[in-house]
């Protein structure tokens, strides 16, 4: 009994694990995607604009995050 118990323990954190690896890896990717958006449109505009306009996005982007992680 008590070996069933320590393979039901090892299997479980190897699904958790594989289940965090893959929540990491989507959670880059969306804000590698972000980060194309947001400097990505911003591309040919001056520096000083580039900088001010980015940081515009980046707000607005983050006041949407708020509004979606309070609903959930």
């Given amino acids: 009994m ?6 039901m323990m090892f299997v479980a ?5 594989w289940w ?3 929540r990491s890896r989507r959670r880059f ?3 590698k995607q972000r980060l194309n ?8 505009q001056p520096d000083s604009e ?3 306009q980015a940081d515009i996005l980046r707000e607005s982007s983050q006041v949407v995050d708020s509004k979606t992680e309070k609903t959930h």
């Fill in 29 to 31: 990717r969306e804000a």
């Fill in 2 to 7: 008590g070996i069933v118990l320590i393979v």
């Fill in 20 to 22: 965090e690896i893959r």
């Fill in 50 to 52: 580039k900088s001010i």
């Fill in 37 to 44: 958006t947001i400097y990505g449109d911003v591309k040919d």
């Fill in 13 to 17: 954190m190897l699904l958790l694990g």
